[in-house]
């Protein structure tokens, strides 16, 4: 009886510690402050966001290796007894935590088209004046929007479509500017370049801060408030009653009257966790019933924007709907 029981306290007493099991606990509690301070180093302008992807992709790597010990410490816990369960378990559980945005953001990849310039306009889509000169290597360019584009574009993101409103170029234009304070999108100006200065002179409040470029360099954009565009001409269609928002169609019927007002908002906006940026320019044309109000929204970096451009836009659109319902001119 005696000899019984030693064997059995020496067979305790004999398992093995799974080593899987404390480094998936090690490397998912690393992984925490690690993705903290590449978030955080990020938004706040310290790691650029070409190096933020390279750490952002080891991060997921490190908690996709954490997983695959945690398994292993659990296969070797069930099998040969190894101690270790307690530690697998809680190193599953935040490594599993961490990596499901990155899983999230990963399905929509494969779900959603490879876009990374989203418009209301594909035929004349608003152009950016002064950003993309102003844009470091490797960083994305504007370019015409080619068929296979367009037709991913409308195919996925059908709701990104233009705005008409039987309202006045000023109305529209004040609760346009409006709506981008409120956002904190960073609005370019060529007035002044390290202070803050107006962005129009029709009492919208609406303040313009300096940029700075990938290298931490103030950029020198020179962008006019009302910018004039003598290659195309706006609509003229007749405009529905407000209550029923009028969006418009991606084609364009021609005007005779060169002379409408058409003004334009080019401003940066940046993502609220990660930090991204993406450049958004909002034209609004004049017409004789109403404004035509379109916008367009390009990532500076990545040949993926995820939906991201597609969702901002949208987002915007409707709370100027919102802004606008139920005003007459």
């Known amino acids: 009886m005696m000899r019984t029981g030693y064997i059995e306290r020496f067979e305790v007493e004999a398992r093995g510690v799974s080593t899987a099991a404390a480094w998936c606990q090690r490397m998912a509690i690393f992984c925490v402050p690690y993705l903290a301070i590449v978030i955080l180093g990020h938004r706040f302008g310290s790691i650029e966001t070409a190096q933020a ?16 010990l945690g398994v292993w410490g659990l ?32 399905v929509r990849a494969f779900a959603l088209p490879q876009l990374y310039d989203i418009s209301t306009d594909l035929e004349e889509p608003p152009q ?23 037709q991913l574009q409308l195919e996925n993101y059908p709701r990104v479509a233009a705005r008409r409103y039987p309202l006045g170029m000023v109305r529209v234009f004040r609760a346009a500017v409006e709506l981008v304070s409120e956002r904190d999108w960073t609005i370019l100006t060529g007035e002044r370049n390290n202070s803050e200065t107006a962005i129009d002179e029709e009492g919208s409040d609406l303040m313009a801060r300096p940029v700075t470029g990938s290298d931490g360099m103030p950029l020198n954009p020179s962008i006019p408030r009302f910018r004039p565009d003598t290659s195309r001409t706006p609509s003229s269609a007749p405009v529905e009653a407000f209550e029923t928002v009028q969006v418009s169609p991606i084609g364009r ?77």
């Open 53 to 68: 992807f390279w750490l952002l992709g080891l991060g997921a790597a490190m908690l996709l290796l954490a997983i695959g």
């Open 75 to 106: 296969y070797r816990l069930w099998t040969f007894g190894d101690k270790g369960g307690i530690r697998s378990a809680r190193g599953l559980a935040i490594a599993m935590l961490l990596v499901a945005p990155f899983l999230y953001q990963g």
């Open 253 to 329: 019927t021609a005007s005779d009257d060169a002379d409408q007002d058409e003004r334009y908002i080019e401003a940066v906006a940046t993502s609220l966790i990660f930090g991204f940026q993406s450049d958004v320019v909002i034209r609004m044309i004049e017409e004789e019933t109403g404004t035509l109000v379109d916008m367009r929204s390009n990532s500076r970096f990545g040949p993926h924007d995820l939906g991201a451009n597609a969702a901002q836009i949208e987002a915007f659109l409707a709370d100027l709907d919102a802004s606008l319902q139920g005003l007459a001119n």
């Open 128 to 150: 950016f004046d002064t950003v993309m000169d102003d844009r470091a290597t490797g960083m994305n360019g504007q370019s015409a929007f080619d068929e296979i584009q367009k």
